[in-house]
């Protein structure tokens, strides 16, 4: 078997002191960290899409990172030898999961029944990399944005071929995510959304995109996918009103269609910041909801504003996320990768470079998270400040047995209240960098 990436040894642990660049500071995938392997609490996933297919191609300039790996692109020669290199690099990293589109794994071609032969051909390849390897498929989705006759969206789509179309991508791409025994399947709205009121029906387009999904439960179910589906909540590019916004705005489209029962969310660092939360805003409100599911792990640049997929760096960030995550349980899912390198890190040890920055960003983050549930100082805080509701009188709110009229009076009576108590964010972030770094 060729080796793609010769240069690259198998990554290890090595320790903070490490100065090898081609091995995990923090990531030790065996470390018990709060009863569970680093292993367990950060179960990683590679995006075939970024990884195996990107090659830093921008609005102003074509792509710097080769991704032939030795093979004439758009032909199944690339898309086995693409296999073959990406089973190499996760295994050489200890990658266990991977994610992908359908477009991702086979080129598309005029036809689609061509296609879905092509796609039958290529799982079964990959199957048999995952019967020699302990590899998995985290999930599947179908790629219904790039091809033109997305450009009004798919189940938002005005035209009902369209409709058609996406409703064939979504059979086999569940066909395939079943196949491979995937966790999940995803549904990211790429475009659908609109860009003006004055020829869109916003009604008329959810309400296809809730049947849509329907359908897919309703098949996906018949053929024997347990899994969950997923939401990924975007609130902007490519259009610029998406219909998933937010995870507020995804629960409760998902509520109002009766779909909560078999979808959870995927959240991605990346769209939070688009839509204006932080991170861990999004991962709690998913949590609260029991719909947090999957991550797709990266973060954004607030001063360029778009979605830049970055390699997650922000320690504060994998902080908060993991402390999130280990209140919530942890993960169905998992920590997909949908991020790439800068354009001009463009070699193939670069791709290791990233991610073994998200790794080990990811494994501080789970660390730091340890180190604060530990403390508990953080929790006693959040604990206290709601006090007041110890109460008896607060304790009748809290069973919902209170009325408007005795809390009313109550109020009367005191005729002003006391100032709440102060909500101490320096001091508390005074102490999470004492926690972190002392
Ligand atoms: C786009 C994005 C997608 C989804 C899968 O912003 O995040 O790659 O993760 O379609
Ligand atoms: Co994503």
């Known amino acids: 078997m060729k080796e793609y990436f010769q240069?690259?040894?198998?990554?290890?642990?090595?320790?903070?002191?490490?100065?090898?660049?081609?091995?995990?500071?923090?990531?030790?995938?065996?470390?018990?960290?709060?009863?569970?392997?680093?292993?367990?609490?950060l179960p990683f996933a590679l995006a075939w899409w970024h990884a195996m297919c990107a090659e830093g191609v921008d609005m102003f300039g074509r792509g710097t990172a080769d991704k032939s790996f030795g093979q004439k692109p758009a032909t199944m020669e690339h898309a086995r030898a693409k296999v073959d290199a990406g089973f190499e690099f996760m295994q050489k990293l200890g990658i266990k999961y991977f994610c992908w589109h359908d477009v991702?794994?086979?080129?598309?071609?005029?036809?689609?029944?061509?296609?879905?032969?092509?796609?039958?051909?290529?799982?079964?390849?990959?199957l048999g990399k995952m019967k020699d390897t302990d590899i998995k498929c985290l999930w599947g989705t179908a790629n219904m944005f790039s091809n033109p006759r997305f450009m009004n969206g798919a189940g938002?789509?005005?035209?009902?071929?369209?409709?058609?179309?996406?409703?064939?991508?979504?059979?086999?791409?569940?066909?395939?995510?079943?196949?491979?025994?995937?966790?999940?399947?995803?549904?990211?709205?790429?475009?659908?959304?609109?860009?003006?009121?004055?020829?869109?029906?916003?009604?008329?387009?959810?309400?296809?995109?809730?049947?849509l999904m329907k359908m897919a439960v309703d098949y996906g179910r018949g053929i024997g996918f347990e899994g969950d589906f997923y939401i990924e909540p975007k609130p902007k590019e490519p259009m610029k009103h998406q219909y998933d916004f937010d995870a507020a705005t995804a629960i409760g489209f998902l509520k109002a269609h009766n779909l909560d029962k078999d979808f959870k969310l995927n959240i991605e660092a990346n769209h939070a910041t688009l839509a204006g939360h932080t991170f861990e805003h999004e991962l709690r409100i998913s949590a609260i909801n029991n719909m947090l599911g999957s991550i797709d792990a990266n973060q954004g640049d607030l001063l360029l504003g778009w979605d830049t997929d970055e390699f997650p760096w922000d320690v504060y960030q994998t902080t908060m996320c993991m402390l999130e995550v280990i209140q919530a349980g942890g993960l169905s899912?998992?920590?997909?990768?949908?991020?790439?390198?800068?354009?001009?890190?463009?070699t193939h040890k670069d791709m290791f470079?990233?991610?073994?920055?998200?790794?080990?960003?990811?494994?501080?983050?789970?660390?730091?998270?340890?180190k604060i549930i530990k403390d508990g100082r953080l929790q006693q805080f959040v604990k206290q400040r709601y006090s007041s509701f110890d109460s008896p009188l607060g304790q009748r709110v809290l069973s919902h047995n209170a009325t408007l009229e005795e809390l009313s009076l109550?109020?009367?009576?005191?005729?002003?209240?006391e100032l709440p108590s102060s909500g101490s964010q320096e001091s508390l972030q005074a102490l999470v960098n004492q926690i972190l770094f002392s």
Not at 7 to 29: C, L, M, R, T
Not at 187 to 199: C, V
Not at 333 to 346: E, H, I, L, M, Q
Request: net charge negative; charged share 25%; with cysteine.
């Open 104 to 126: 991702d794994l086979v080129p598309e071609a005029q036809d689609i029944n061509q296609t879905n032969a092509m796609l039958d051909e290529i799982s079964d390849y990959i």
């Open 410 to 417: 109550r109020a009367c009576q005191m005729k002003q209240p």
């Open 7 to 41: 240069e690259v040894p198998q990554i290890k642990y090595e320790g903070a002191q490490s100065k090898n660049p081609f091995a995990f500071k923090f990531y030790d995938k065996d470390k018990i960290v709060l009863g569970k392997t680093m292993q367990e609490h």
């Open 156 to 211: 938002s789509s005005n035209s009902l071929d369209v409709y058609c179309f996406a409703c064939a991508q979504i059979k086999k791409a569940l066909d395939i995510t079943v196949k491979l025994g995937g966790k999940g399947y995803v549904f990211w709205g790429g475009r659908e959304g609109y860009e003006t009121l004055l020829n869109t029906d916003v009604a008329f387009e959810l309400e296809n995109i809730a049947t």
């Open 353 to 370: 470079h990233a991610f073994i920055l998200g790794m080990d960003a990811f494994a501080l983050g789970l660390l730091n998270a340890e």
């Open 333 to 346: 899912g998992g920590f997909n990768f949908d991020a790439k390198t800068r354009r001009p890190s463009y």
